[in-house]
């Protein structure tokens, strides 16, 4: 594998887990500056587990996490909690609880630009530029948005804070074919204003034709990757997650069976 | 397929208020067979088979087994037919010991009635005997012998799990329903419960239904897949093909369709 160049996240060896179970056993990754980089992979193979090591809200127990802020600097994410990350300039939408459902969708918002300082006012500005709809609902209870609005809201708050990295994890889970759609063309459009995006996603093949990279992850482990059309053609990403004959035959004649 | 089927699911429907969870689902299941039954999160696995062991009752549709109509048939029937299920979660009695919670899955003890545990003490001990006597077999089985006498509750998760599929074939059941036997099991005791279940099948003849999500696992064992996504019955065959079916690809995988050429909507 050839090292992107200048990348804006670098993974390496990443190992985590809950309790007494580890779920990364040495994950590695690069996100080039820039680009938007899928993880995907089959049920329970780490994948949110991986991110959210990264953001700080799983610890790290081996490997490293190195973010480069563009200027010279680099700086170790991991052992950082979330809100310092957000502060460095790399914010993430979790899958769920990613609004305050009792919140004003306005106020969800000054939350999510509180930690970025700066006037309110014109950083709602831009925010509403990418997300016209939210801007008859600001006064809205977030709890009452539709699932799409209530994903795009939480775009919105992860964005308002200027990040140079967001985290995405499953924007499209739970979203009907339209508005996921909708959610994937957004996630391109903020790409487009500069911002380099990792993303999670079940939905593998709309999500590898968006991105630029991807990594397969299985077990774990990091097991193809390659550039979104590449994979979007390799077998060996089925195989992943619909199993390939015969490797555990082999597991079993190993042990003399 | 040629042999009648021991279980057929026939055009059933469950809803949970306005989500269909299952929806107009056939399947069948021969005698003898490993069936997998795979579908992405949240496909209706796990509604199908409350639906077959009577944790629920379907809206529509007919479940048989053996040829008997058991659909709307409380679980406990079932397992006195030869039906039984494990749960994704095991349920195990942490309080009691290994062989205890063997034991209590035993079938019509008479020592449960106090009449007859007051009036025909030998017989009861003779039947107790049987029980603990099968019950120490199958943990001999599943490798459990050596932790009969501790207590459930000190048993690791994967541990437990074999309990759990060890106290299922306490009452010699015809057919098996195992829900995810494999999820939260490390590697080794995982080859060890597949070995099981093969055994299981080529020394009593069990039948078995099985759901679960190591692709791996599931496509190594069973005979036949079936394959659901959004509460229907998608995909069914041999596992190579479904391995190569591209409905269910699509399934797992997502439409290949690019972001961007569907209408958008609002925003």
């Known amino acids: 594998m050839s090292a992107p160049s200048d990348p804006i996240l670098s993974v390496r060896g990443l190992v985590a887990g809950y309790s007494d179970e580890n779920v990364l056993h040495g994950v590695s990754l690069d996100v080039p500056r820039g680009a938007i980089v899928a993880v995907i992979g089959p049920n329970g193979c780490g994948k949110s587990t991986l991110l959210k090591t990264i953001y700080g809200l799983v610890r790290a127990r081996g490997g490293e996490v190195v973010y480069h802020d563009g200027q010279e600097i680099e700086q170790r994410l991991d052992g950082l909690r979330p809100h310092a990350v957000t502060r460095l300039g790399v914010n993430m939408v979790p899958q769920l609880a990613n609004v305050f459902p009792e919140l004003s969708v306005r106020e969800n918002l000054m939350v999510g630009a509180d930690v970025a300082g700066g006037r309110f006012g014109d950083r709602l500005e831009r925010v509403l530029r990418t997300f016209p709809a939210l801007e008859p609902a600001l006064p809205k209870r977030a709890a009452t948005l539709s699932g799409g609005q209530r994903q795009m809201l939480g775009l919105g708050r992860a964005l308002i804070a200027d990040p140079h990295l967001l985290i995405l994890d499953e924007p499209s889970a739970g979203l009907a074919p339209a508005v996921v759609d909708e959610v994937f063309t957004k996630v391109k459009a903020i790409n487009g204003e500069g911002v380099s995006i990792l993303m999670v996603e079940q939905k593998a093949r709309q999500c590898l034709a968006l991105a630029d990279y991807g990594y397969v992850l299985d077990m774990g482990r990091n097991r193809i990757e390659g550039t979104g059309q590449q994979l979007l053609a390799d077998q060996e990403v089925i195989a992943a997650y619909l199993g390939s004959r015969g490797r555990l035959d082999l597991a079993r004649r190993q042990r003399g069976e | ?267």
Request: charged share 20%.
């Open chain 2, 1 to 267: 397929m040629t042999a009648p089927a021991l279980l057929s699911v026939h055009e059933v429907c469950k809803r949970f208020g306005g989500v269909v969870a299952v929806n107009d689902a056939s399947f069948d299941v021969t005698p003898g067979s490993i069936t997998g039954l795979i579908g992405p999160n949240g496909a209706g696995k796990t509604t199908m088979f409350n639906l077959i062991s009577g944790f629920l009752r379907p809206e529509r549709g007919t479940i048989a087994f053996g040829g008997w109509r058991c659909d709307g048939q409380p679980p406990h029937a079932l397992a006195n037919a030869g039906l039984v299920r494990t749960f994704q979660i095991p349920r195990v009695l942490t309080r009691m010991t290994v062989l205890e919670n063997m034991m209590l899955a035993g079938t019509a003890q008479p020592g449960e009635a106090l009449g007859a545990a007051l009036y025909m003490p030998r017989r009861i001990a003779r039947k107790e005997r049987d029980v603990r006597a099968q019950a120490q077999e199958l943990l001999q089985l599943i490798r459990l012998d050596r932790l009969a006498n501790d207590y459930a509750g000190t048993l690791s998760g994967g541990q437990r799990k074999l309990l759990e599929f060890g106290r299922a074939l306490m009452t010699r059941p015809r057919m098996v329903l195992l829900d995810e036997p494999m999820a939260g099991v490390a590697p080794t005791l995982a080859l060890q419960l597949l070995e099981h279940i093969l055994e299981l099948r080529a020394t009593r003849g069990t039948t078995i239904l099985v759901i679960e999500h190591d692709m791996e696992a599931v496509m190594a064992i069973s005979d036949r897949v079936i394959v659901m996504d959004e509460g229907a019955v998608i995909a069914e065959g041999l596992p190579a093909e479904i391995q190569q079916n591209e409905r269910v690809i699509e399934a797992y995988l997502g439409s290949p369709q690019v972001a961007g050429t569907a209408e958008t909507v609002g925003a």
